[in-house]
């Protein structure tokens, strides 16, 4: 078996994501201040970022929900690890980690970002909360918000307004001042690649 670094190709932009779990809910920030989302919409994401030097997925994971929302987790291992490709198609693959990621999913950075059309490795670790958030950042997260896994696989299907998310049990557990009932809603990331997973495994 293979390390999950040995997986991607070499000099790749890596990144780490959290399928974060509260009970049978999935936690996701807001986009904040400083991510150019269109006007009266914004992206839901899973608490993550990017890899940085000497550091090995599971300290990234940790190191991210500290500065993001000071939050200590508990990242739980999985086997097989799934593959999403660009395209997003799902297969098993074999990594040889202490602690194995959930989710592997090669992304494409969308349209109108800094790095538009590069691909994007993201190693998303299913992980659970020790304490309830803490300060946020707003210029990185306008909030955080719980989903039930219907809602989270909902979202493929197009932009939604919070209010239609709110009314299926959606909740606001930490920020949101910038979140308006009429805000559209869309999934970025690993919250995309959680989706599509979840939705699989209802076929």
């Not at 946020?136 to 932009?159: D, F």
């Not at 001042?177 to 989706?195: F, V």
Request: charged share 30%.
């Amino acid at each position: 078996m293979l390390k999950a670094r040995d997986i991607i190709p070499e000099k790749a932009e890596i990144g780490v994501g959290l399928a974060l779990k509260d009970g049978n809910e999935y936690i996701f920030f807001l986009a904040g201040s400083r991510h150019n989302c269109p006007r009266g919409e914004m992206f839901f994401a899973g608490i993550g970022g990017h890899l940085e030097r000497g550091e090995n997925l599971v300290q990234c994971a940790e190191r991210e929900a500290a500065e993001e929302a000071e939050l200590e987790i508990e990242i739980k291992d999985s086997h097989p690890t799934l593959f999403i490709s660009r395209e997003g198609k799902i297969k098993n693959i074999q990594v040889e980690e202490r602690i194995r990621p959930w989710i592997l999913y090669k992304m494409v950075h969308p349209p109108g970002t800094p790095r538009a059309g590069q691909e994007y490795y993201i190693f998303i670790f299913l992980a659970g909360m020790k304490n309830v958030p803490g300060q946020l950042h707003p210029e990185e997260i306008g909030g955080l918000i719980a989903l039930a896994p219907r809602e989270v696989i909902n979202s493929l299907q197009g932009k939604k307004k919070w209010r239609d998310f709110k009314r299926a049990g959606a909740r606001v557990i930490a920020g949101g001042e910038k979140l308006s009932e009429e805000t559209l809603l869309y999934p970025l990331g690993t919250a995309r690649a959680l989706a599509t997973v979840l939705n699989s495994l209802e076929r």
